[in-house]
């Protein structure tokens, strides 16, 4: 090959690595033409580079030895763009002590990779800064103390940070790795149910008064970069990017200086943020501090609750000019459901004067949890009335004006009787009276409880004997979520999956207390377990690859895994339940459209999989097999308007056919089994109420009798 033939060539052998696979062929047709010379030596270039990945001089010596003159050889420095390897080349490569799998998606500031921390055994999310930005001393000495300072934040709804490093002239970022998907991708051109809006809302407060009490300011709020995880927890990401303030004295909004040299940190040569959730400051490029974050706060919510940006235009400029002048359309005219406060919510929040805005992070907390309490998570507070005035055939519209709800959470159990169709009747007992449970599961022979309990934001493990309504601590306080709760087949051990801001893994413990031992490293489903005792079988999102689940199962120690089946990662959890006679393994695949809600049957001895059921619109939760393998008891997600409930229900088996055993307002969680299928453990969250009507205008006194409660 001729040096004049590689000039010709290296920019299309650049834009095809580009490509998808499936979208390389039409490439190449178009860019070369008729040209017969150029498209076969752009095929074997593409070829080579797409061969075992082994090292990046193995790869520059593979593709070197299609070029026949010495002056057409590919350099390294050749392979680089924006200061970074082509994509596929960084596939399999070690950095640090992090090796290299594929790549998770890129923008302005980088690329992000999944890689393996060869040190710790654990799945990280490695991001690397483009030569433009890693080259510059000031700004990459900026970022260094500004992602150290994001890096401390030990925060349960913030993304961490791990390290920042560089190797071979590369500065990287490595960071918690998670499953799940941005915001983004749940706001459609629909409202967002209600109860999910306050819950993440609470928690997307929650992680920003962590960060500005540090003196730290995000700059960036948007559903791009507010994680859900596939638990239903919010994580804000890109915090390493976001400006360290000043902290001390009487307020924590210590203002800074938006320069041009610091704007380049967020986009180059832009203001920072993203046009559409910027703050009137950040477009004015004046100085901003924690208030600019609640501002951009403020967009997300008006979008989670109507499906639509509050300023729009065709133009950036429009957008501007909406953002310094313009008020938003009232959120209520677009979704008449929404409570009245949680309007005045949003609108305090956009207000253009950050003197009149929220002040700090926890003031819009407490009003989303005062909102979230009083208004029974928005359905009762948003109910109007028309009553008639006794003097007059006139009608008065009348409006709720408060709702006093009492939330609690009970654990309770269902009573398996003969009957012909499981749980056709049952009787319900509740057996504790707080309100702080988070999870629970029961023991096979129906005595034990193991549930989490939350106080003060930590939570801990506690065994309840039913009988005696005696309790045993067995896993102390922590910064962590459990949920997942089990007992192994003989009841010697519990099984749980545990949740901090670092790390998500499953994890055992003896059933009476005791250290626990990771079992499995990483995102996994609940366990279940072979009714011999001796296996165990989990789900694995991303195993072995990218957009794949792995079915495995293994020793009750987490060792000896075996992978016995994958398919395509479902949009919800990969829930997994081993039949009772041990000869089946069926889990759960979710995907959009019809008919994607599917139940399959792994058979064990011949491989083949099976469909039980299918569903279109049935988001499961949990499931377990009944004893006599007549069906599954399966916890699953209701939405009603503008609000979700979870409540149980049975799935029969051979018939695949759905009833439910709950239909009311309560929420029920994840679902257990004991042995004998007579007592199942679920925690009930059930919401009271007293509605008290009384005119527009108001009252003097004291308030009038309830009209309902």
């Known amino acids: 090959m001729t040096p004049e033939l590689w000039q010709r060539l290296k920019p299309l052998f650049h834009a095809a690595l580009e490509k998808d696979l499936q979208d390389r062929a039409a490439f190449i047709n178009a860019a070369c033409g008729a040209d017969l010379e150029l498209k076969t030596n752009l095929k074997q270039l593409l070829n080579a580079e797409q061969q075992d990945a082994g090292s990046l001089e193995a790869r520059f010596a593979r593709l070197n030895g299609f070029l026949d003159d010495k002056r057409?050889?590919?350099?390294?420095?050749?392979?680089?763009?924006?200061?970074?390897?082509?994509?596929?080349?960084?596939?399999?490569?070690?950095?640090?002590?992090?090796?290299?799998?594929?790549?998770?998606?890129?923008?302005?500031?980088?690329?992000?990779?999944?890689?393996?921390?060869?040190?710790?055994?654990?799945?990280?999310?490695?991001?690397?800064?483009?030569?433009?930005?890693?080259?510059?001393?000031?700004?990459?000495?900026?970022?260094?103390?500004?992602?150290?300072?994001?890096?401390?934040?030990?925060?349960?709804?913030?993304?961490?940070?791990?390290?920042?490093?560089?190797?071979?002239?590369q500065t990287f970022i490595a960071m918690e790795f998670m499953e799940g998907a941005t915001l983004k991708h749940r706001i459609t051109d629909n409202p967002l149910p209600?109860?999910?809006?306050?819950?993440?809302?609470?928690?997307?407060?929650?992680?920003?008064?962590?960060?500005?009490?540090?003196?730290?300011?995000?700059?960036?709020?948007?559903?791009?970069?507010?994680?859900?995880?596939?638990?239903?927890?919010?994580?804000?990401?890109?915090?390493?990017?976001?400006?360290?303030?000043?902290?001390?004295?009487?307020?924590?909004?210590?203002?800074?200086?938006?320069?041009?040299?610091l704007e380049r940190l967020t986009q180059p040569g832009t203001a920072m943020g993203t046009s559409v959730y910027m703050s009137p400051e950040q477009v004015r490029c004046e100085e901003m501090d924690a208030r600019t974050d609640l501002f951009s706060f403020g967009v997300v919510l008006y979008e989670m609750v109507t499906g639509v940006l509050p300023f729009r235009g065709e133009s950036a400029g429009l957008t501007a000019e909406a953002i310094l002048n313009r008020a938003p359309v009232s959120p209520v005219r677009l979704n008449p459901d929404l409570p009245p406060k949680f309007e005045e919510i949003i609108n305090k929040a956009l207000e253009k004067d950050r003197k009149l805005r929220y002040q700090n992070a926890t003031d819009i907390r407490t009003d989303l949890q005062r909102l979230k309490r009083d208004s029974d998570l928005g359905l009762a507070a948003v109910t109007s009335v028309q009553v008639a005035a006794k003097a007059s055939t006139k009608?008065?519209?009348?409006?709720?004006?408060?709702?006093?709800?009492?939330?609690?959470?009970?654990?309770?159990?269902?009573?398996?009787?003969?009957?012909?169709?499981?749980?056709?009747?049952?009787?319900?007992?509740?057996?504790?009276?707080?309100?702080?449970y988070g999870a629970v599961g029961v023991s096979p022979d129906g005595k034990y409880l193991l549930n989490s309990l939350e106080e003060n934001r930590r939570q801990s493990l506690w065994l309840r004997n039913v009988p005696t309504n005696s309790d045993k601590e067995v896993i102390a306080p922590a910064e962590a979520i459990y949920y997942d709760l089990r007992f192994s087949s003989d009841g010697n051990y519990i099984y749980f999956r545990k949740e901090t801001s670092s790390a998500t893994d499953l994890l055992r413990a003896p059933v009476l207390g005791g250290a626990p031992n990771v079992v499995v490293p990483g995102p996994s489903s609940a366990v279940t377990f072979s009714p011999d005792g001796k296996r165990m079988a989990f789900t694995r999102r991303h195993d072995p690859d990218e957009g794949s689940f792995s079915l495995l199962t293994s020793n009750l120690?987490?060792?000896?895994?075996?992978?016995?089946?994958?398919?395509?990662?479902?949009?919800?959890?990969?829930?997994?339940?081993?039949?009772?006679?041990?000869?089946?393994i069926a889990f759960t695949l979710t995907g959009p459209g019809q008919g994607t809600v599917a139940i399959q049957l792994l058979d064990l001895a011949s491989s083949k999989v099976l469909t039980l059921a299918r569903f279109d619109d049935l988001p499961l939760e949990s499931m377990v097999w009944s004893p006599d393998r007549h069906g599954l008891l399966v916890?699953?997600?209701?939405?009603?308007?503008?609000?979700?409930?979870?409540?149980?229900?049975?799935?029969?088996?051979?018939?695949?056919?759905?009833?439910?055993?709950?239909?009311?307002?309560?929420?029920?969680?994840?679902?257990?089994?004991?042995?004998?299928?007579?007592?199942?453990?679920?925690?009930?969250?059930?919401?009271?109420?007293?509605?008290?009507?009384t005119p527009a205008a108001g009252f003097s006194g004291a308030p009038p009798d309830p009209a309902l409660s």
């Open 72 to 169: 057409a050889r590919i350099q390294p420095a050749e392979l680089i763009v924006d200061g970074l390897p082509i994509m596929s080349l960084m596939i399999g490569r070690t950095i640090s002590h992090y090796r290299i799998g594929e790549k998770l998606g890129g923008g302005g500031m980088g690329v992000v990779y999944k890689a393996v921390d060869a040190s710790l055994g654990r799945y990280v999310a490695l991001k690397f800064l483009p030569d433009h930005m890693a080259q510059d001393p000031q700004i990459l000495e900026r970022f260094r103390r500004e992602a150290r300072a994001a890096s401390a934040l030990n925060h349960p709804h913030i993304c961490t940070i791990y390290e920042i490093g560089e190797q071979d002239g």
């Open 395 to 436: 009608l008065i519209r009348w409006a709720v004006l408060a709702i006093f709800c009492a939330i609690g959470a009970g654990v309770y159990f269902f009573f398996h009787r003969n009957d012909v169709r499981p749980f056709q009747n049952f009787t319900m007992t509740q057996i504790t009276n707080g309100g702080n």
């Open 557 to 584: 120690d987490g060792t000896d895994q075996k992978t016995v089946t994958t398919g395509r990662l479902s949009l919800g959890p990969n829930l997994a339940a081993w039949t009772p006679d041990g000869k089946q």
């Open 194 to 261: 209600l109860d999910d809006v306050l819950e993440w809302g609470i928690e997307i407060a929650d992680a920003l008064g962590a960060a500005h009490s540090k003196g730290i300011i995000h700059r960036d709020i948007k559903p791009a970069n507010i994680f859900l995880t596939e638990r239903g927890h919010i994580k804000i990401l890109d915090f390493g990017l976001a400006k360290l303030m000043p902290v001390g004295g009487s307020t924590n909004l210590s203002t800074i200086s938006a320069t041009r040299e």
């Open 635 to 693: 916890s699953f997600r209701k939405n009603l308007g503008f609000a979700a409930r979870s409540q149980v229900g049975f799935i029969s088996n051979p018939e695949g056919q759905f009833r439910s055993i709950t239909n009311d307002t309560d929420n029920y969680g994840t679902v257990t089994l004991s042995e004998d299928g007579k007592a199942l453990a679920t925690v009930q969250r059930r919401v009271t109420q007293t509605l008290y009507l």
